[in-house]
């Protein structure tokens, strides 16, 4: 009888992963396909770069946005939208950063500059053209160098 339970429950985390993983499926599709917020930030902040792929990339049940762009850009884009990282090699525009952390990073490291943001639920951070990484609160204040 425990045989029996155990095979049950064999298959069925076995049919949970199996199906998980049918939604895992990511999907080239045209710029023009991407919603409407996320072609509006493109335009905004990135107006003279060519979008070379958009992707939608399924996170169990939500699905995220990654755009690549010229100059070896990438976006990438939570489940409601909203920018959540950008990883370049090159300058970032300052109009993607917040004011907070641009102010602190010009403070401090005048001679370098930006070349990715990440945003978690926790903190944001950003990463600089000699490697530092910086660590910021929602708010935008510095709260340590990151290793």
């Given at each position: 009888m425990k045989t029996i339970k155990n095979l049950k429950n064999l298959l069925i985390i076995s049919?949970?992963?199996?199906?998980?993983?049918?939604?895992?499926?990511?999907?080239?599709?045209?710029f023009s396909e991407?919603?409407?917020?996320?072609?509006?930030?493109?335009?905004?902040?990135?107006?003279n770069h060519k979008v070379l792929q958009t992707e939608i990339d399924y996170e169990g049940l939500t699905k995220e946005y990654e755009v690549i762009l010229s100059d070896n850009i990438k976006l990438e884009f939570d489940g409601k939208n909203?920018?959540?990282?950008?990883?370049?090699?090159?300058?970032?525009?300052?109009?993607?950063?917040?004011?907070?952390?641009?102010?602190?990073v010009k403070a401090n490291y005048p001679n370098n500059f930006i070349i990715e943001w990440d945003l978690d639920k926790t903190h944001q951070s950003v990463e600089l053209n000699n490697d530092i990484e910086l660590e910021?609160?929602?708010?935008?204040?510095?709260?340590?160098?990151?290793?």
């Open positions: 049919l949970f992963v199996v199906s998980s993983s049918a939604f895992a499926q990511d999907k080239i599709i045209p991407a919603p409407a917020s996320i072609q509006a930030y493109v335009s905004k902040h990135f107006p909203n920018i959540k990282n950008i990883d370049a090699k090159t300058k970032l525009p300052d109009s993607v950063i917040p004011k907070e952390i641009l102010d602190y910021f609160t929602l708010n935008g204040e510095f709260l340590r160098i990151d290793d």
